[in-house]
């Protein structure tokens, strides 16, 4: 029978899955809505979609080489205990394996593509979701290619709380570009050079600092002296190249790069969780909802 967007909208609210596989459902079993509840349950999809409310902020990041192609990834887990379950550990890996062979665009094209056991990486991590019994999310994912003339820098810290992955260009030898990595990891850059920097962000700088210079009293003939002079300590504070390299503060980034031979021709920086807001729920508060009911 024709499977209408009303009944797709129906199971959806049933169950919670998602508008594809609501709608695979109907038509394995012809449109019949108990059947497809129990198609949903079965394949783990109905369960998982139950979790769907609950924020995801622990997990970890991981970082795949394979020649000149490498992957960088975040998946994400309610709790920091599952993110050390080997059965997470291994369904990153594979995740991040299929990444960097198939190299999607987004992580929606990502979730939609098929895996080499058939299902697709959808399907995959709600299957996880079911046996581990935690809501899990590929959150972000990067691939990145390089020249034969150039290094990944590829690090993890923190057992993959934070991972770096640096494309230097001028040399091959990966343990410089892991070096810069792990400054990276340390001081959190936000560009690499001051190229990078808009000049929108710039002027808005400038006049936070002008105001800055004016509200301590400073008189107008040397505050914009003062105003360029603090500007530099905006741009080592926010690019890469202008900060002191953590394993020898006595030269700055670009130094140790040049010295070697090298550019910095780009780095990516996950955080686990950056930017999610995680609940904060109240133990004492939930407890008392409960003996008040």
């Known amino acids: ?3 209408t967007a009303q009944m797709v909208k129906e199971l959806r609210e049933k ?21 497809a509840i129990d198609w949903l349950r079965e394949k783990g999809m109905a369960k998982a979609a139950k979790k769907a409310d609950r ?17 960088i990834l975040e ?27 198939h190299k999607p665009a987004t992580v929606e094209e990502a979730l939609q593509q098929k895996m080499d056991n058939g299902a697709t990486v959808e399907e995959h991590i709600n299957a996880a979701i079911a046996k581990i019994g935690e809501k899990i999310t590929l959150r972000r994912f990067a691939v990145v290619e390089k020249g034969d003339n150039a290094a990944f820098g590829a690090y993890l810290h923190m057992g993959g709380r934070i991972a770096v992955l640096t494309v230097l260009e001028g040399t091959t030898n990966s343990d410089i570009a892991k070096d810069v990595a792990m400054h990276i990891a340390a001081i959190n850059p936000k560009y690499v050079s001051r190229d990078e920097v808009s000049a929108d962000e710039i002027a808005r700088e400038r006049e936070v600092l002008k105001q800055q210079a004016l ?31 953590v394993k020898n503060p006595d030269v700055k980034v670009r130094q140790f790069v040049e010295s070697n031979g090298a550019t910095v021709k780009s780095f990516i920086r ?7 807001e995680k609940r904060q729920d109240n133990f004492a508060e939930e407890v008392m909802s409960q003996v008040r009911k």
Do not use: W
Request: hydrophobic share 40%; proline share 1%.
């Open 1 to 3: 029978m024709a499977i």
């Open 15 to 35: 169950t919670g899955a998602g508008m594809m596989d609501c709608k695979k459902a109907l038509t394995e079993t012809n449109g019949d809505m108990e059947k």
């Open 55 to 71: 924020i995801a902020a622990e997990g970890t990041t991981l970082i795949e080489v394979d020649g000149n192609a490498a992957v």
């Open 75 to 101: 998946v994400n887990s309610e709790t920091d205990f599952v993110a050390k379950n080997e059965g997470f550990k291994t369904l990153v890996k594979e995740l991040a394996d299929h990444l960097l062979k």
């Open 215 to 245: 509200n301590e009293g400073k008189p107008e003939n040397i505050v914009e002296k003062m105003v360029e002079g603090r500007l530099g300590k905006f741009f080592e504070d926010i690019c890469l190249l202008e900060q002191s390299f």
């Open 270 to 276: 996950y955080e686990v969780g950056e930017g999610i």
